[in-house]
């Protein structure tokens, strides 16, 4: 499958990485197509992969994963284009985290989300929130963490979110049982605001490879 | 020992009836000392127990409670009294939810919490902040949600964090070895800000016998 990575971070790389592997596409997107971290990654995977402008990336892909800065979000999927996004599903793992004032806070929350800004600013695509929950190595390789753990995703349309969980399955290797579906794309709220003590933990465990296991008793 | 339970709705309710259970002696404070919700409760526990104002319930108590309507929390709280409170561990379990407008959402998040204010507020009270992430029923009961699963706790005094560990596991069944420290009571954000999804999950599985178990990987 053709697919756009947005954002040449630590997320997009592992993201784009796994995807090679498997073999796909894989378009990975910046602001200028060939920033040094995007020329490494290029050389990581042997220059089996593209390098690429938010715009050409996202116009290559069937599927887009927007892996850009939280706080850049928005104007990188401008950038990327409403046509160039349009009928597509765009799974949306970023962050909304301002990391500029000592702890991190989340730039919108509670009442809104990243998530549903992205939604509503291009409602001709079809927004999954996914991944975001987790640490960009555990996303690729959930077996990093012990045992069953969950994976949750959101978004308006049910029929993508079905398809994003049967790639996060196939492609990440994670088990179908833990993917947990919350619905429409106002979970994003929930999955950003998990934020706040995943990062607690990150501080506490001094180590990104962790993650939580829901666990549902009878009624 | 002597406990104070602030607040008659269901959590005090289940809290109080367990410690008495337990053998402890239980003041159950609200604003009036004889609201029909304390009434009741006093007679579900065969009058093994008593009903306060939230001012002699707290200086009754060698260890406190606040399971009142986080909307209502640092009102309870004053009127309890600063000086009944001085130098005693309050147990934190209110969430600071607005449930005025459709979705609920917390009316302090982000960058403070209610944790945080309770604390700064009575700064000679030792605020361990507790329970708050799961369903009153299975905090008191945590066998209703099969296998392992987590319970957050934060606070600044050390002390007072290890001794209210070792309470939740000795008075309601939990496995110490599932208690989480966060540290200090600037991990209520996360702690209260874990509604936002809990909230999602009690929409989708229509009952909140549910929690999440924490799994770590190696660095």
Chains 1, 2 share one sequence.
């Not at 990975?28 to 042997?46: E, I, T």
């Amino acid at each position: 499958m053709k697919i756009a990575i947005l954002g040449t971070g630590m997320v997009g790389n592992a993201l784009a990485t796994k995807l090679v592997q498997f073999g796909h596409q894989v378009a990975m997107g910046s602001r200028s197509a060939d920033s040094d971290a995007g020329r490494q990654w290029f050389k990581s995977v042997g220059g089996k992969g593209q390098l690429a402008t938010f715009s050409d990336a996202a116009s290559f892909g069937e599927v887009i994963f927007d892996c850009t800065n939280g706080a850049n979000s928005l104007a990188a999927l401008r950038q990327a284009g409403a046509p160039n996004l349009r009928g597509k599903i765009l799974i949306h793992v970023s962050n909304p985290l301002d990391f500029s004032k000592g702890m991190p806070t989340l730039t919108v929350c509670n009442t809104d989300s990243l998530g549903e800004q992205v939604q509503r600013e291009f409602p001709e695509t079809r927004v999954v929130k996914a991944l975001n929950t987790v640490n960009c190595e555990v996303m690729v390789n959930p077996s990093l963490v012990p045992g069953d753990h969950s994976l949750f995703i959101c978004g308006n349309d049910e029929t993508a979110r079905r398809k994003v969980a049967g790639w996060i399955s196939e492609w990440f290797g994670w088990k179908s049982g833990n993917i947990v579906d919350l619905g429409d794309i106002t979970a994003s709220r929930g999955m950003e605001m998990w934020m706040a003590i995943w990062l607690r933990l990150f501080g506490k465990l001094g180590h990104p490879h962790f993650n939580m296991c829901l666990s549902v008793g009878s009624k």
